[in-house]
């Protein structure tokens, strides 16, 4: 009798990226396939409209990460959008990288994260070369698809609008061939990138961002546990006139939003001045989103108020609608909101001086090391 050997145990690969991870041809469900077959199970994480900020969050925390064998990145062509509407500078961005790099180092992972770099129909080559400057610095893993991007269509012998569905999304023909991309590289061996090690100690000397749920006191609000990829899966109900207080963080920095069209205004009042967050949007159904937001200071116990401002302008951004819907017809904000304790764009400002320099030998840093233990002894 023939002796078959038992089935291999089957590898995990975490996705946590934004809508093209998301879409039904997207890129992620058109590799699960391929991926089952070679021993790889997909758990994709993703948020649609969401940022790098988001995917710092997420990370940080290392819940997610603790049982992939692989960590997928996709932000890019979200963090171009909100850099182009004047959300987020590019230290911003530099800065949510370097959180999640900081994070993996120290969770030691970093060698099991690949970020994909997907650009915009009128791609923003200056960010992206930002990125693989740090990228590169550390030795993390990436895949660079503006280069896959020109040949398949220097192939195909269309211009790049033949590869977008609109100027955020690719079409499922262009998807596909992401995945094929993606999947040979998950047919790859990984293995810890030794000559790394130097340049990664800058990592673990930094000073985190910190990145933290802001704790709510909801009095009367009713508080929700919705089944989506957020980290945190517990949001509170805004309805208008309904206020609270919010504790726990230093700066307020950003939020993870699910909003109707019919939605008004949040309001949150820091140390001397206020954020006011425009919830509506201009289609049907409910939309999850990451809004950035230039950091605010906050007291102690930061008031949080909901106003139903129907003259309150719309803030156009194209997105997925959510399976998640209003059954009861009222006006919905449901919130989670972020806070830090450093000012994001500082940690890329670090970066960005950092990778001005020229790449540490080992030498350096061993000795760099070694002053410190005689200092501290």
């Known amino acids: ?93 530099l800065s949510h990288y370097t959180t999640m790099l900081m994070a993996l180092h120290q969770q030691r992972r970093l060698d099991d994260l690949v970020v994909l770099l997907f650009p915009q129909q009128h791609v923003n080559n200056a960010m992206i070369d930002d990125l693989l400057a740090l990228l590169t610095r550390f030795r993390v893993a990436y895949i660079d698809f503006r280069t896959h991007l020109k040949t398949w269509l220097v192939n195909d012998g269309i211009d790049p609008s033949g590869a977008y569905a609109d100027p955020y999304h690719f079409n499922a023909a262009y998807q596909g061939r992401i995945a094929e991309v993606v999947l040979r590289h998950l047919a790859t061996d990984r293995k810890t990138n030794r000559r790394a090690q130097a340049a990664r100690a800058w990592l673990l000397a930094q000073k985190p961002v910190g990145y933290c749920d802001m704790a709510l006191s909801h009095a009367d609000l009713p508080v929700m546990t919705i089944g989506t990829s957020l980290i945190q899966n517990t949001v509170t109900r805004f309805t208008e006139g309904d206020r609270c207080l919010a504790t726990g963080a230093r700066l307020f920095v950003g939020a993870h939003i699910w909003a109707t069209e019919t939605s008004g205004v949040l309001t949150i009042r820091g140390n001397g001045s206020d954020c006011r967050i425009h919830f509506r949007r201009d289609y049907k159904g ?92």
């Open 286 to 377: 409910l939309f999850i989103f990451d809004s950035l937001f230039t950091p605010l200071e906050l007291t102690d116990h930061t008031l949080v108020e909901a106003i139903n401002d129907k003259k309150a302008r719309f803030q156009r951004m194209r997105g997925q609608k959510s399976s998640i819907y209003s059954t009861d017809g009222c006006t919905v904000e449901l919130v989670s909101l972020i806070g830090a304790h450093r000012t994001p764009v500082s940690l890329g400002e670090d970066a960005r001086r950092y990778l001005a320099q020229p790449p540490p030998s080992a030498w350096r840093m061993l000795k760099s090391f070694s002053l410190r233990l005689v200092r501290r002894a």
């Open 1 to 93: 009798m023939a002796v078959t050997s038992p089935p291999q145990p089957s590898r995990m690969a975490l996705v946590i990226g934004t809508s093209n991870s998301l879409m039904r041809e997207g890129w992620v469900n058109q590799l699960s396939g391929g991926a089952a077959a070679i021993g790889w199970q997909l758990t994709n994480k993703s948020i649609g409209g969401s940022s790098s900020r988001l995917g710092a969050y997420m990370i940080e925390s290392g819940t997610l990460t603790r049982h992939a064998d692989r960590i997928l990145v996709d932000f890019n062509i979200n963090d171009q959008l909100f850099l182009d509407t004047g959300f987020c500078t590019q230290d911003d961005i």
